[in-house]
């Protein structure tokens, strides 16, 4: 009934830049937080940066400064500008969303996964 759907992944320099989207759909009425989640081979999966909202943010301390966490609330969309990228940056980036849907409790939602790789 909800789907995420992120775009924007893939192989990328040392240094350069990626924008992650992921737009949710089916019948929803409102989304409270919107994140991003990422996980490299091995390691447990971390949040990366959440929106609520209201357009309040946070970060991890490993991409503070780095990585900007925006919304479109017309669009159901979540936005990750990715700057300055690093090797450790390479993982799988993870859309999650927390629905509000008519008559249904609240939810949470995950996208499929982007793979994000960056490269010498």
């Known amino acids: 009934q909800v789907q995420l759907v992120e775009s924007g992944g893939g192989l990328v320099q040392f240094g350069g830049s990626l924008r992650l989207s992921c737009a949710a759909s089916?019948?929803?009425?409102?989304?409270?937080?919107m994140a991003w989640y990422r996980q490299a081979p091995g390691k447990q999966r971390e949040l990366v940066a959440g929106i609520s909202s209201g357009g309040s943010t946070n970060y991890a301390d490993s991409v503070l400064g780095r990585f900007t966490i925006s919304r479109d609330n017309a669009k159901n969309t979540v936005y990750l500008q990715m700057n300055s990228l690093k090797f450790e940056d390479t993982a799988v980036y993870y859309c999650?969303?927390?629905?509000?849907?008519?008559?249904?409790?609240?939810?949470?939602?995950w996208g499929q996964g982007t793979q994000v790789t960056v490269s010498s």
């Open positions: 999650n969303a927390d629905v509000v849907r008519i008559n249904r409790p609240r939810a949470t939602f």
């Open positions: 089916g019948s929803i009425l409102s989304i409270n937080t």
